[in-house]
């Protein structure tokens, strides 16, 4: 008998999900644990296992497709049976939100990599459907370029961003080395048709006034993702329901800064290599076990002070993972030491961005640290994760005219701007929390101990 596989709950959450990319097709054997799909649930891109023997007999949902926990998505026939024998799931629901239609097939200018007379290959299929990701559907779909054109160069052929962009550089390229031809039409925004200049007219015509950015931007309308759609409803979450209000301070990072580089020089050639953020988790950690109020949340008529530390991080996913924000969760991080932290956020942030995170990787936080700094923010403000109190948003270590004593120096300074929910957490405790934390930073040799 034929077994089904559905669409399972990834997350406590989770009402539906997105086949991102099918990792199998129609006739593979497949073994109880193996990786079959990357399912996009509410919370992040995950790894999708069968959990019995079988050979795949149908796939009944194409990538990119939105179905409810539950949904039939593919027909697993067991030893003994023959795949063809057996009928697609009839058991598939629609789609919650159905795909955009593939656009028609239209002679375009080939890519340069056809440039030698034949057609590229499209990208391999699994199932009858496209190896792409979806951020390079959406890009080939708002271009107008048939996904048959396009040579993957991702994983098993897989379509992704670079390979739109290749393929709209080879169409502008080819574009370019065709002559204008007489009745070549204005340009959209003109209501005249201008005439073509003569070769030797030093004239700018309507391409080259354009400053060498291309083509116009298209409006186009992009569908949110599972994810994307969480993130809005749980920001507008939490803007409307918790009373938000931000305390500032700035910290002298030189002592953190010549201490984490001591501490990288005697543990190069290990797998360890301190942070910045790691740094910043330990302090915040250490801070809120002397600040229960940083450790809480606010329930109604009462504030609920949490007995673990659980330090969330913000992870930012790659573009080509479909983007978007998820949170890892330190436990207990008031009691590791710099190298444990550091070595839990490294692991978390690699599985956030591959494979993905699971629930219990993101569930738990009793406080958020947000860090931009690495992209040369000096500072900016964060919305609460709900049910946290607070967050902490962190610039960079930026260089800057410090007064030591009566004498300007240059030096690293961050700021660090702290949200808070006002019906936890007062000004008065905001800044005490930021004096403890500064006093971690500052003299860091604290954070060893």
């Known amino acids: 008998m034929s077994i089904e596989v559905t669409m399972p709950r990834l997350s406590d959450t989770m009402e539906s999900g997105t086949i991102v990319e099918w990792k199998?097709?129609?006739?593979?054997?497949?073994?109880?644990?193996?990786?079959?799909?990357?399912?996009?649930?509410d919370k992040a891109t995950m790894e999708l296992a069968v959990y019995d023997d079988g050979t795949i007999a149908s796939i009944d949902v194409e990538p990119g497709q939105q179905v409810d926990v539950g949904t039939v998505i593919a027909l697993l026939a067991e030893k003994g049976e023959d795949p063809a024998n057996l009928?697609?799931?009839?058991?598939?629901?629609?789609?919650?939100?159905a795909p955009a239609p593939a656009p028609e097939p239209e002679p375009t200018p080939a890519p340069a990599a056809s440039a030698v007379g034949s057609v590229p290959p499209p990208a391999s299929s699994s199932g009858g459907g496209m190896r792409i990701s979806p951020v390079a559907r959406r890009m080939a779909e708002a271009a107008g370029i048939p996904l048959s054109t396009i040579v993957g160069t991702g994983p098993s052929?897989?379509?992704?961003?670079?390979d739109v962009e290749a393929a709209l550089a080879a169409g502008a390229e080819t574009a370019a080395s065709v002559p204008p031809a007489i009745n070549v039409p204005a340009v959209a925004a003109a209501p005249i048709a201008q005439p073509v200049a003569p070769a030797s007219s030093t004239a700018i015509t309507p391409i080259e006034s354009m400053a060498g950015h291309g083509s116009p931007m298209a409006s186009r309308r992009v569908p949110l993702s599972n994810m994307r759609q969480v993130i809005a409803r749980r920001l507008v979450e939490s803007k409307t329901t918790i009373p938000h209000y931000q305390v500032s301070m700035s910290f002298d990072m030189d002592p953190l800064m010549t201490m984490r580089k001591d501490l990288n020089e005697k543990l190069a050639g290990g797998d360890v290599k301190l942070s910045v953020n790691d740094f910043l988790v330990r302090a915040a950690a250490l801070a809120m076990h002397q600040h229960p109020d940083f450790n809480a949340s606010f329930d109604g008529d009462a504030i609920v002070q949490h007995g673990a530390v659980n330090v969330g991080v913000a992870i930012s996913l790659p573009e080509d993972k479909g983007g978007g924000l998820v949170v890892g969760v330190i436990r207990d991080?008031?009691?590791k030491s710099l190298r444990m932290i550091s070595a839990e956020s490294k692991a978390l942030a690699e599985k956030a961005r591959t494979r993905g995170l699971a629930p219990e990787d993101m569930e738990g936080a009793t406080f958020t640290i947000s860090n931009l700094g690495m992209f040369g923010v000096d500072h900016f403000t964060a919305i609460i994760n709900p049910p946290n109190s607070a967050i902490l948003a962190v610039g960079g270590a930026l260089k800057q005219p410090v007064v030591r004593g009566d004498a300007i120096e240059v030096g690293h300074r961050m700021t660090a701007t702290l949200?808070?929910?006002?019906?936890?957490?007062?000004?008065?405790?905001?800044?005490?929390?930021?004096q403890t934390v500064r006093e971690s930073v500052e003299h860091p040799t604290l954070l060893l101990v």
């Open 333 to 335: 991080a008031d009691r």
């Open 87 to 97: 009928k697609p799931a009839s058991a598939a629901a629609a789609p919650a939100t």
């Open 157 to 162: 052929g897989r379509i992704i961003k670079r």
């Open 419 to 434: 949200s808070n929910d006002h019906r936890v957490i007062d000004g008065a405790m905001a800044a005490r929390w930021l």
């Open 24 to 41: 199998v097709a129609v006739g593979d054997k497949v073994s109880s644990g193996d990786v079959v799909a990357d399912v996009e649930t």
